[in-house]
């Protein structure tokens, strides 16, 4: 999601080098015109892509106001887990209030993506939509350490990030609701990066969304 032109350049929350979003309901209103909403289309699929089955324990990184979490919780059932981190403080006490008042049982705790608050191999499956684009190429590289350092051996990694449409039409909407340096996204630039960080059989395409592509890559079971 893109920056409003009035979002405060300061917030409290743990310092990076990452944009961090603070408009938790302007948020939520763009991800529902979005179908990103709990249990909505893009976040089915999403959670499908990343394999989330019955009993998993799964980390959504960058969660937001807990959109996907929740959906993944949907999947993983009453003996799973899920877990949701994200810099804005603000996003975690949205998202915590959603979870509460759907009757959802998850945890949502202000992180980093780069430092991420728990102990190696702990995850099956870990998730993120629209945040590695937030990334510098430097702590792209550090996430996916910490991501790879998190999940169990076998576990799985996906990143669903924008692809720009290449329908004229759709382009200049798209423009026009995300932001034009949204558009100079590079999602090819992802599988390499899975690669140095140590993950196998990595995978990447579009998806059903006109604007997500998404790469996958798994932790070998040693």
Known sequence: MH?????????????TSGLTLHWAPQYDFFSGLMGMGVNRPNSRM??????VKP??????VGCGTGNLTLTAKSFAGISGAVYGIDAAPEMIEAARKKAKRAGYDAVFEVGLVEKIPFPDATFDVVVSRLVI?????DLKRK??????????????????????????????????????HMMQTD??????????AGFVEIRSGPTQ??????????KLVQ
């Open 133 to 137: 684009h937030h990334l510098p190429d």
């Open 143 to 180: 996430a996916f350490a910490e991501i790879f350092r998190v999940l169990k051996p076998g576990g799985h990694f996906l990143v669903a990030d924008f692809r720009p449409p290449t329908n004229p039409i759709l382009s200049h909407v798209t423009s026009a609701i995300v932001g034009q």
């Open 46 to 51: 999403v959670i499908e892509l990343a394999k």
């Open 209 to 218: 969304s006109a604007i997500l592509a998404y790469v996958s890559g798994k």
């Open 55 to 60: 009993g998993d324990k799964v980390l959504d």
């Open 3 to 15: 920056r409003m032109h009035n979002e405060p350049k300061t917030r409290n929350g743990p310092e």
């Open 187 to 196: 999602v090819s630039i992802i599988p390499s990066l899975f690669s140095a």
